[in-house]
């Protein structure tokens, strides 16, 4: 690094927040894009052969089989959720006109209603609108033991 007379480095006169001190080798990101934004399925192995590659960088969960929340991002399949918007009442939106987002809700009946008219209510302030919820299965033998377990 370069020092200059008022005994300040590059870093510290143009980054004044920074510190290297807060480095860390293995974080980052990896993209792998076809720059006219055309879906293929060579992206996403390829994108999941640099997922595999990240095992020696520390990239899984403590127990291999819950994992670290290391993954892919991908477009909206819009045809896979076709039949689920016709029978929201949403058959005319097509790709780029919805979003999917995962959630994590509580086990209470009661409590995981009040968070879904949360979220609705927040997504109306914004001008959007909820469509529908689905429920996930899970198969909590195939969990790994750094999953969280239900009190009985």
């Known amino acids: 690094m370069s020092s200059h ?3 300040q480095s590059t870093w510290q006169r143009h980054a004044p927040l920074y510190d290297p001190a807060f480095e ?3 974080c980052g990101v990896g993209l792998v894009v076809d720059i006219k934004g055309r879906p293929a399925r060579a992206i996403v192995e390829r994108a999941l052969g640099g997922l595999v590659n990240l095992t020696h960088r520390g990239g899984v969960g403590a127990d291999s089989r819950t994992g670290d929340g290391a993954g892919i991002l991908t477009q909206i399949p819009a045809a896979l959720f076709a039949d689920d918007l016709a029978r929201n009442g949403a058959a005319g939106l097509g790709p780029g006109e919805f979003a999917v987002a ?3 809700l ?3 009946t009661a409590v995981a209603a009040a968070a879904r008219r949360e ?3 927040t997504l109306t302030t914004r001008g959007l609108e909820l469509i529908g919820c689905a429920r996930c299965r899970s198969i909590p033998p195939c969990s790994g033991t750094s999953r969280p377990r239900r009190s009985r």
Do not use: I
Request: hydrophobic share 45%.
């Open 24 to 26: 860390r080798d293995a």
């Open 106 to 108: 509580p086990q209470e």
């Open 102 to 104: 995962m959630l994590f």
């Open 119 to 121: 979220l609705a209510a």
């Open 5 to 7: 007379r008022d005994g």
